[in-house]
Structure formats: structure tokens, C-alpha cells
Nanobody
Framework: QVQLVESGGGLVHAGGSLRLSCAAS????????MAWFRQAPGKERDVVAT????????YYADSVKGRFTISRDNAKNTVYLQMNSLKPEDTAVYYC???????????????WGKGTLVTVSL
């Protein structure tokens, strides 16, 4: 089992920045690729960004390219999502996820955190 706990969400004005963190515990962190997903009210859960076990590969949704950066610190068992130039349409619950095989799909994830709310106001 892997336990994932997100933090860093909150309310921010458009154009602002937030950094989300996801702390992992349980099994060896660097055995897992990591990802951030988000789900806005009434919408499906969509991938935001993913990162491979040793950070050699990353993926970003088109909607966040150039604004968001995913990173991980295997020594601290933590994955981060730096979010800059935030827009109201970024408002969502953001979820951290872990997978034994690198994937950008919801069904490819093995473990999920409970989420952290990000609200971007005008």
C-alpha cells in the first residue's frame, strides 16, 4: 500500500501561483511513477502532469503547458506541482496519484490521495 497526502491548495487570484505537495508513505517511493490529476465540479477527472520514477520523463496537459511544473524528490518521498499564471479555469480539486507503470490515464493509477482544493478567483 502507498498512502498519499496532498497539501498546498487554497484560494489565489488569477495570475498568482501555488505549489502543491504530495507526501507518500508506505512502499518505496521511487518504485512509482507519479501524477497530478484534477477534477472540476461536474466534470471528469483529467490528467494535469505526470513524472517517471527518476524524473527522466514528464507529461503535461496542453492546458497547463508552460505554466505548471511537476517535480519529485525521491529522498523526501514527495512530488510537487508548481502552478504559475493561474486562471479561473484551473479551479478544481487536485489529486496526487501513483502508478507502478508510467501512465497518463486515470485507470492507470494504482493509488490516489484524497485531493486538495485549488480555487482561482478573478
Amino acid at each position: 500500500q502507498v498512502q498519499l497526502v496532498e497539501s498546498g491548495g487554497g484560494l489565489v487570484h488569477a495570475g498568482g501561483s501555488l505549489r502543491l505537495s504530495c507526501a507518500a508513505s508506505g512502499r518505496t517511493f521511487n518504485n512509482y511513477a507519479m501524477a497530478w490529476f484534477r477534477q472540476a465540479p461536474g466534470k471528469e477527472r483529467d490528467v494535469v502532469a505526470t513524472i517517471s520514477r527518476q524524473s527522466s520523463a514528464t507529461y503535461y496537459a496542453d492546458s497547463v503547458k508552460g505554466r505548471f511544473t511537476i517535480s519529485r524528490d525521491n529522498a523526501k518521498n514527495t512530488v510537487y506541482l508548481q502552478m504559475n499564471s493561474l486562471k479561473p479555469e484551473d479551479t478544481a480539486v487536485y489529486y496526487c496519484a501513483a502508478s507502478t507503470r508510467y501512465s497518463i490515464l486515470v485507470r492507470g493509477m494504482d493509488y490516489w490521495g484524497k485531493g486538495t482544493l485549488v480555487t482561482v478567483s478573478l
